[in-house]
């Protein structure tokens, strides 16, 4: 039995990160994939635990080499899914949990199409607005880069299966654990 390939989608600063972390503290049965990013890391951030941190050589020979599943530019850097990790979990019959935007998202639906979707959405935003400000790891530019973006993904909102809210966190993610686990 192979496992199931989950999207979780949503603009910068909207908590998906939070929520993942308290879901997989829950339900250490999924898989979460590491990402590959040219982005500098933030402070705390560990290569090979929250991100795989390539240049931008390194990314691009990675592309040519096939060896991601998905790939975007976002906010100027290069973010992809190394697909060897990926399909060995859902080899092994472990649903995997990708957390990527929404480029990457379009490309997944393409390669799996039976993979669940969900898309996550601030309450309205000028709370995402804040809460990315809030966060002081990045610079004004990138800041307002990450809020234009924020603007299409959530236009395209509706091309996710489900759409959680994260409001309040505890009820975001009761809901997420409930779709997940219904998957
Ligand atoms: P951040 O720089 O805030 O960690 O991530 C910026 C955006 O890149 C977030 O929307 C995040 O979901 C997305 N992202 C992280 N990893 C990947 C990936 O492997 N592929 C794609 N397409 N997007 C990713």
Excluded: C
């Amino acid at each position: 039995m192979t496992g199931r390939s989950i999207v979780l989608t949503g603009p910068s600063g909207v908590g998906k990160g939070t929520l993942l972390k308290a879901l997989l503290a829950r339900r250490p049965e999924l898989y979460l994939s590491v990402s590959a990013t040219t982005r500098s890391p933030r402070e705390g951030e560990i290569d090979g635990v929250h991100y795989y941190f390539y240049s931008r050589d390194r990314f691009e020979a990675e592309i040519a080499a096939g060896a991601l599943l998905e790939w975007a530019e976002f906010a100027g850097n290069y973010y992809g899914t190394p697909i060897a990790p990926v399909q060995a979990q859902l080899d092994l019959g472990r649903s995997v949990i990708l957390e990527i935007e929404l480029a990457g998202a379009r490309q997944v639906a393409q390669i799996f199409p039976t993979a669940l979707r969900i898309f996550i959405l601030p309450p309205d935003l000028q709370t995402l607005e804040m809460r990315i400000r809030d966060r002081g790891t990045d610079s004004p530019e990138a800041i307002l880069r990450r809020l234009e973006q924020a603007k299409v993904e959530i236009a395209a909102r509706d091309e996710f299966d489900h759409q959680i809210v994260n409001d309040d966190f505890q009820t975001a993610l009761e809901e997420l654990d409930s779709l997940v686990t219904s998957a």
